[in-house]
């Protein structure tokens, strides 16, 4: 099947902590994103990235950090710079002829 | 599974009614518009999209408006089903500085009851 794979489906993290959430495609999409999904809002952008080896800061990228060095994989740390880590994590890729967001089943983290 | 959007928006609708989910949108340079529909504890997944210079665009069930006059986007879901339970986010696309990036609203959760 072709889609976005993320793991850890759950995650718990000790204060001070660094941790990397994985995000894998099979759909040979050039352009995968991170969001940030806390209670009560919307998604938030991380980090994008449009094509191997490029990324770019999205709205709330204060605390995290990513590689792109193959086109199928879109790695997000979250470092202990990051205030208030808990959250559900989103990764998706895009379609490239349209806007079409496909996304994964998501990354629950939560800082003990 | 977890739950997401605790304090969001909730539209409330009889099994078999129509809904209407409505969303305003900032960016009058945005190419795209699209509807997501996310489960609990699941991925947003695709419902619809219209372009910027279409104002209405169908689909099965679901009817996407765009006005962009007032820069709001509407959701028409017709016949609701209890399956269409779920959180609703609208979300605006296109090209800026960076790349292509897509900003999602706030979100609507609609209940349906049976």
């Known amino acids: 099947d072709g889609g976005i794979t993320q793991s850890p489906k759950y995650l718990f993290r000790k204060e001070g902590q660094n941790v990397t959430l994985s995000c894998e495609q099979n759909?040979?999409?050039?352009?995968m994103y991170w969001y940030r999904q806390d209670p009560g809002q919307g998604l938030r952008l991380i980090y994008y990235?449009?094509?191997?080896?490029?990324?770019q800061k999205g709205d709330i990228a204060e605390g995290y950090s990513v590689s792109r060095e193959k086109k199928e994989s879109f790695p997000l740390t979250v470092t202990s710079a990051q205030k208030n880590p808990t959250a559900f994590y989103l990764c998706?890729?895009?379609?490239?002829?349209?806007?079409?967001?496909?996304f994964g089943e998501g990354s629950r983290l939560t800082v003990l | 599974g977890e739950s997401v959007g605790l304090h969001l928006p909730t539209l409330s609708v009889q099994e078999g009614d129509n809904s209407i989910i409505n969303c305003a949108y900032s960016?009058?340079?945005?190419?795209?518009f699209i509807w997501y529909k996310q489960e609990s504890g699941k991925g947003p997944q695709f419902i619809i999209d219209?372009?910027?210079n279409m104002d209405k665009r169908q689909g099965q069930r679901v009817t996407v408006l765009l006005n962009k006059t007032v820069k709001h986007l509407s959701l028409q879901i017709a016949a609701t089903q209890p399956g269409d339970s779920a959180v609703y986010f609208c979300?605006?696309?296109?090209w800026g500085t960076g790349g292509f990036k897509t900003i999602f609203g706030a979100g609507t959760r609609l209940f349906v009851k049976a």
């Open positions: 998706a890729s895009r379609r490239s002829n349209t806007g079409e967001l496909f």
């Open positions: 759909l040979n999409h050039d352009a």
């Open positions: 990235s449009q094509i191997v080896n490029d990324f």
């Open positions: 960016n009058s340079a945005s190419d795209y």
């Open positions: 219209i372009r910027s």
């Open positions: 979300a605006e696309t296109g």
